[in-house]
């Protein structure tokens, strides 16, 4: 390819509206354009590389076993109520008529799609296991889209689907796709940490997250460095700190003043109350109430500086909850929000969870369940009754790990895979059944399967730069060389004319800058774009006859080689970086 001839224009300027320097350098390389917001348009540069992302996925999705196909965009809307996700999904979901009123929506994943497909082809255990994927694009209407590729409105996705007999099957199915993930990531030259995840809207059993580790990134994942375990933050267990059994066997705290009322006008959040008390957010404990869905009533109680992680306050409750609403709260504690506290509840059937740390605060403030009034001194056992102690705010720094005695670290991430068990979750609800060996109709045990290929690029961006710009991995660079003459004309062209020719023969991905431009400009540019061969054509050839090779990752380290050894020099560096990025045999 000719520089001369590509659609590329490079802006000198950062953008103002990117923030992340991954968007930044997209943009400033001429890879994306913005066409709206969380909405870009592919130019020639990211095109090839999201083509060579595409080609890996692929190639591993097939040696897994998976096959391909292509389901439509645009979902009726009676599909995703069969499941429930129709309302559940909310805003995220892009929504739109027909002419005929009908409702549809954009698909931001398919997996009512895909339960559909197979219940009405696939009728016998004969035909499982099965996997489908697909490469597309996807939508959802993000409030506030942000770092370019990193969180869109449409993006590229792969999404895989198992279909099995049974539990054992999904296993398997769930670790060929953790294998190939593996594999996906190694060659695109991402480092990543697996960590265990919640569902989310996606819903299922269990499931592993594909991070990338990044200052920018928007995820959290907490790991050990002691014996390995890794979740993201949603998921993150934490060890019962020392001295727990010692404090819960007691039967109450330490209290060392009576309890009293204190008027709190129009104080109602954790910062105004501490504020006006005088006393720090963690001397505060906050009483959160929830409805399960079995109907019962659940106080949660944490700390004023904690957050609750309503994951665990599900798993310790053992059903789903949601917060209770405005009335609820006034029914139950006969104060408005803002005011609720533990004393007396317990007397009102509602199960009383209190995370860990409670057991060690003493002389305390609450809520008074009174309007403008909390409790301060209080103390529990005391005051009011707790029925279990829980994980129940999310993990942080300098927690204790849960599978050995290590001590959890926090690290911004990029998600670019997740892989679900779904078990039943959609098979059972859309009715979609198999006859089995021994003539019984089953639901299908389903697993999914998703890569953020766009998010991919932009991720790569994110950890393979320098200054100066981009620095690709061989096997997602646009090109994998990149020539470059200081002069536009004259004998130092006609080598590079010649250089250029010979890669190409040999089957080098090679661009060649012709442009009629400085040789500043071009050496910015060759740099700004980050394809990971860099060949000058210089003053060294008049001086010696040779060429200078070197890598855009150690632009430092220059080789010269004589014009005739170029090719030969340039196929032993990309072996090299190939094999790099090899994955084990063993993934």
């Not at 490469?135 to 409030?143: A, N, Q, S, V, Y």
Request: glycine share 8%.
């Amino acid at each position: 390819m000719r520089l001369s001839q590509l659609l590329f224009v490079s802006l000198r300027e950062v953008p103002a509206e990117a923030e992340l320097v991954s968007h930044q350098l997209l943009l400033r390389a001429s890879f994306i354009r913005k066409l709206s917001a969380g909405i870009y348009t592919y130019l020639p540069l990211g095109w090839r590389s999201l083509l060579k992302i595409i080609a890996i996925v692929r190639e591993e999705m097939n040696k897994a076993g998976a096959q391909e196909l292509l389901m439509p965009f645009a979902h009726p809307a009676e599909l995703w109520q069969e499941t429930g996700r129709w309302d559940e999904y909310g805003d995220l979901l892009m929504k739109l008529r027909d002419r005929q009123g009908r409702w549809f929506c954009l698909g931001p994943t398919h997996e009512e799609v895909i339960t559909d497909l197979a219940r009405q082809m696939v009728h016998s255990y004969r035909q499982l296991p099965l996997n489908l994927y697909q490469i597309g694009t996807k939508f959802r209407d993000e409030l506030r889209p942000r770092g370019g590729l990193i969180r869109a409105r449409e993006f590229l996705m792969k999404d895989a689907y198992s279909f099995d007999r049974d539990e054992a099957g999904l296993d398997k199915s769930f670790e060929a796709m953790r294998k190939a993930y593996i594999r996906i990531f190694t060659r695109c030259g991402l480092p990543f940490v697996i960590v265990e995840a919640e569902a989310g809207a996606i819903g299922g059993t269990e499931n592993l997250e594909f991070l990338v580790i990044a200052e920018s990134g928007e995820d959290r994942l907490l790991q050990c460095p002691r014996c390995g375990y890794a979740a993201n933050r949603e998921r993150a267990e934490r060890r019962p700190p020392e001295g727990l059994e010692r404090f819960v066997a007691k039967g109450q705290g330490e209290g060392t003043a009576p309890l009293q009322k204190v008027a709190t006008p129009n104080r109602r959040t954790v910062e105004e109350v501490s504020e006006f008390l005088g006393v720090r957010p963690d001397q505060l404990v906050k009483t959160l109430l929830y409805v399960a869905d079995d109907g019962r009533i659940v106080a949660a109680m944490v700390r004023g500086d904690h957050e609750l992680n309503e994951a665990k306050l599900m798993r310790a409750v053992g059903a789903r909850v949601k917060m209770a609403d405005a009335d609820t709260v006034q029914r139950i504690t006969e104060a408005p929000v803002g005011f609720a506290g533990p004393i007396g509840l317990k007397e009102k059937g509602v199960l009383m969870l209190a995370d860990y740390d409670i057991a060690f605060l003493s002389d305390f403030v609450i809520g008074a369940n009174e309007t403008d009034a909390h409790f301060v001194n209080a103390n529990w056992g005391r005051d009011f009754a707790i029925d279990r102690f829980a994980d129940l705010r999310f993990a942080d720094s300098g927690d204790g790990c849960p599978r050995c005695d290590g001590i959890l670290q926090m690290h911004n991430a990029i998600e670019v895979g997740h892989i679900f068990k779904l078990g039943t979750r959609y098979s059972e609800p859309m009715r979609a059944t198999f006859v089995d060996e021994d003539g019984k109709e089953k639901p299908f045990v389903m697993g999914c399967y998703g890569i953020g290929v766009s998010r991919i690029l932009a991720t790569v961006a994110e950890i393979h730069h320098d200054d100066d710009g981009l620095i690709f991995p061989i096997t997602v660079a646009p090109f994998e060389a990149w020539v470059l003459p200081i002069e536009s004309e004259g004998d130092l062209r006609e080598v590079a004319e010649r250089v250029y020719a010979d890669l190409q023969r040999v089957g080098v991905e090679v661009v060649l800058d012709d442009r009629d431009e400085r040789a500043g400009v071009k050496f910015k540019d060759m740099d700004l774009v980050g394809v990971p061969i860099q060949i000058v054509v210089g003053r060294s050839v008049r001086e010696r006859g040779e060429v200078e090779i070197r890598l855009r990752r150690n632009r430092n380290d220059r080789r010269y080689v004589p014009v005739n050894a170029v090719t030969e020099r340039v196929l032993t560096l990309r072996r090299q970086l190939y094999a790099e990025l090899t994955p084990n045999e063993e993934a």
